[in-house]
């Protein structure tokens, strides 16, 4: 695809966010912010018997990059492991992006999977913990 139409999807994911609210019986969920940019993500993902994500999904708001990230995680985590998603790192979301991004842009792309990370750290030490 070229850099115009990734463009195009990462507005298209902005106006129209995938999986956008929250989980009844979420096992994880987990929000925090980007005090640059004043945009927030939660995360809520349920789990299946096997450790897998079934669902996956998010509330926010903020600036289209971290919105369009936030919704493009959603669909992309759909099936996976947490030690997957654990995995992710920064190339995994410019992949998603598929356009480069300045460092405060990216500040605002990494936020989703942060938070995602993060729930997850704190959801498999809590279960550790019982
Ligand atoms: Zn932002």
């Not at 999807?9 to 004043?38: F, K, M, V, W």
């Amino acid at each position: 695809m070229s850099s115009d139409l990734y463009r195009e999807q990462i507005l298209d994911h902005y106006r129209h966010p995938r999986n956008y609210g929250t989980l009844e019986d979420a096992d994880i969920s987990h929000e925090d912010h980007n005090p640059l940019c004043g945009d927030q993500v939660r995360f809520e993902v349920r789990l299946d018997d096997g450790g897998r994500v079934v669902q996956a999904a998010f509330t926010g708001r903020g600036c289209a990059i971290s919105q369009a990230t936030a919704s493009m995680l959603t669909e992309a985590v759909q099936g996976k492991t947490l030690d997957d998603i654990k995995a992710m790192d920064q190339q995994t979301v410019l992949g998603l992006l598929g356009i480069s991004l300045s460092p405060v842009r990216l500040k605002c792309a990494l936020l989703p999977l942060k938070v995602l990370q993060a729930g997850i750290y704190r959801y498999e030490s809590d279960k550790a913990g019982r």
